[in-house]
């Protein structure tokens, strides 16, 4: 009995490290020849369209491992559709099915050579091994089916963060274009002036309009370069210590073009940046949860207002507020912002937008917060552990 519990020991043991079915069941058949006794031992399984195939195999003819059939067969007519496989090369077979919690995994099948016979003992102990390795083999089925559904599940974030970059990059595209409208249209005056100024040989005027002009490209290539930077933003970029006031100025940039390219009284951003820790962070993704917080906070001023953006060290950590003087949200809303899908912006929003930075604080270790109340604004606070 000794010999049989550390046979049952060792043989989980090798179990567990291996990850696979097809890791486990080739231990599964040695141990049935080294262990139990068999003189030929061929491991079965259930295919995903409910057929039969030999998954391992010591000691057997090559018929017997080039045999498949239907999964009925596990319950009586394995054994013998095997023996018959094997073209006289056994005399006797002994079916044992590998179940794990209500699933048929497969069977494994001992060989005996002519009237030889298994011991009781022996039986019990392959026996054990086969429910040890059914086990074995539906945890192994149950990690690669998490493995998948998390597979899916990230995929599906990714798509859902396309999805907000695209609608973000269209406000962005917007208010861009807005800007470069205002930033270009002194180009044709700086033009006329400078063709005026070489035409009477004044070349210093010439020279100190061509700066100016340089000036106003350079302006112009800066602000298509954020919008470019923003577009290329990866989630899976490494993390690295970084200056939140530096993201937050960064975000701010960005954003600004939205408040010039939407009807309605202007607004003004106020920043209120309080020298803080730096934090371990992906950059972009965190440029792109602010810009986030300010777009939203833009739209929620149609008549105009404020917009403060301040930073500072807070409970262990750093932390950054966006804070708009807007109507502010009844608690029924409140408490669904973070909802993926959930807009209140009719059409025009996707409802991702604050899902999103929800999910970014999380990968962080950190939060995301909502101080709002109808009348009072809303205020967005994230918070990063230094």
């Known amino acids: 009995m000794s010999n049989a519990i550390g046979t049952l020991i060792r043989f989980s043991r090798l179990a ?8 486990i069941l080739p231990l599964l058949a040695d141990a ?4 139990v006794g068999a003189h030929g031992a061929v491991i079965v399984e259930v295919t995903e369209d409910g057929l039969l195939r030999v998954a391992a195999a010591r000691a057997v003819p090559d018929s017997v491992t080039a045999w498949a059939g239907e999964a ?14 094997s073209q006289g090369a056994f005399g006797r077979a002994f079916t044992l099915p590998l179940v794990s919690t209500g699933g048929l995994f497969g069977a494994l099948v001992l060989f005996l050579r002519g009237d030889a016979a298994p011991t009781d003992a022996d039986l ?17 089925s149950e990690i690669a089916s998490l493995a998948k559904v998390n597979a899916e599940l990230r995929a599906s974030r990714d798509a859902l963060a396309r999805t907000e970059k695209l609608r973000a990059l269209g406000q962005m595209a917007a208010g861009v274009s807005h800007d470069l409208k205002n930033i270009l249209n002194p180009i044709s005056l700086h033009a006329q002036i400078i063709q005026r100024a070489v035409a009477r040989g004044s070349l210093e005027s010439a020279k100190t309009s061509a700066d100016e002009l340089r000036g106003i490209v350079h302006r112009g290539v800066e602000t298509l370069e954020r919008l470019r930077a923003f577009s290329r933003q990866s989630p899976e970029a490494p993390r690295a210590r970084v200056d939140l006031n530096a993201l937050v100025q960064e975000a701010i940039a960005i954003a600004k073009p939205r408040m010039s390219s939407r009807a309605g009284a202007l607004c003004r951003i106020v920043e209120q940046l309080d020298q803080a820790p730096a934090v371990v962070a992906r950059g972009d993704e965190i440029v792109a949860a602010l810009v986030n917080l300010l777009v939203n906070a833009i739209d929620a001023l149609p008549g105009g207002g404020t917009i403060t953006v301040s930073s500072g060290a807070a409970d262990g950590g750093v932390f950054v507020t966006v804070r708009d003087t ?5 608690p029924e809303v409140q408490a ?11 059409p025009d929003g996707t ?3 604050l899902a999103m930075v929800f999910a970014a604080m999380q990968r962080h270790a950190g939060t995301v917060s909502l101080e709002t109340a109808p009348g009072e604004g809303a205020a967005f606070t994230l918070w990063f552990p230094s």
Request: glycine share 20%.
């Open 16 to 23: 567990a490290e291996a990850s696979t079915g097809d890791g």
């Open 32 to 35: 049935a020849i080294r262990d």
């Open 72 to 85: 009925d067969a596990v319950s009586g007519d394995l054994g013998p559709a095997l023996l018959r496989a």
């Open 124 to 140: 019990a102990l392959a026996g054990g091994l086969a429910d040890l390795a059914a086990v074995a083999v539906g945890r192994a």
């Open 326 to 330: 807007g109507p502010g949200m009844p």
């Open 336 to 346: 669904r912002v973070f909802e993926p899908f959930f807009t209140t912006k009719g």
């Open 351 to 353: 409802g991702l937008g």
